[in-house]
């Protein structure tokens, strides 16, 4: 049998939780997992997920953007499916996923990437033998497979100087005063090796900033009108902070 496409969705909320859902009728039953579907002849990414919530949950998605994909094969099933990972945001933020379609699905729960991570990390070292919530086996493969996916690649953070800025701010923001800070969640310290040293290709020290002389600190202040998915969207590859980066006292602005 040829490989099926599903599309798989994190929905998140303002608190930053996302939806999941136990399966119930079908390959996966009584496994958790994320809302989603089979993506249909000539659909996109992007509409397959937005029909798949509304048809699931009743929820209506904004700010949709691809994450990743995993192969997942369902050996006692002979099913086998590769399965596209989408983000996107709730737009209504007191909205509640509903049970639209309850002979494939026995409830909705909002829940934190971190909760998910612990149960997949114990189902998979405890095997058949784990009494804790059982994933659905494309959420298995991502973690298996993409061990290094975040759902946060970056993520804001508010100092005290941040939260002046912006609680100091104009009702529309429209003058450039309020900021985050924009933290990047895999910066590391630049390492030099050896042949760095021996050949001087090894950037001058810039001025302590809170300990930190390298240039890029792993984060940076950014202009808080733009720190939603849109603006998170500009710094989807590997190389865009370097891009997009300023370092403090500068405020970056990737709009």
């Not at 509409?47 to 998605?61: H, K, P, S, Y």
Request: hydrophobic fraction near 35%.
């Amino acid at each position: 049998m040829e490989p099926r496409i599903g599309v798989a969705v994190f929905v998140v909320n303002a608190e930053g939780k996302f939806v999941l859902g136990k399966r119930k009728g079908s390959h996966g039953a009584n496994t958790w997992a994320l809302p989603g579907g089979h993506l249909e002849y000539g659909e996109s990414f992007e509409t397959c997920a937005e029909r798949e919530i509304l048809e699931e949950t009743g929820l209506q998605i904004r700010d949709i953007q691809f994450l990743t994909a995993t192969n997942s094969v369902f050996e006692a099933e002979g099913k086998h499916y590769v399965t596209i990972y989408m983000g996107s945001v709730a737009s209504d933020d007191s909205a509640q996923p509903q049970l639209m379609e309850p002979e494939k699905c026995s409830a909705w729960e909002w829940t934190s990437w971190d909760e998910l991570r612990a149960a997949g990390e114990s189902q998979i070292s405890s095997g058949s033998a784990s009494t804790g919530k059982q994933l659905f086996l494309p959420l298995l493969s991502l973690l298996q497979q993409r061990p290094d996916f975040r759902r946060y690649r970056f993520f804001i953070t508010v100092d005290h100087e941040a939260l002046e800025s912006v609680l100091n701010a104009p009702e529309d923001f429209d003058e450039e005063v309020a900021f985050v800070r924009m933290v990047h969640a895999e910066w590391e310290p630049q390492e030099y090796d050896e042949e760095d040293i021996a050949n001087d290709d090894v950037d001058p020290p810039e001025e302590p900033l809170e300990g930190c002389t390298e240039h890029d600190v792993g984060w940076m202040k950014m202009y808080w009108r733009i720190t939603d998915l849109p603006g998170f969207g500009h710094l989807r590859d590997i190389d865009d902070w370097q891009t997009h980066y300023v370092r403090s006292p500068e405020i970056g602005d990737i709009l």
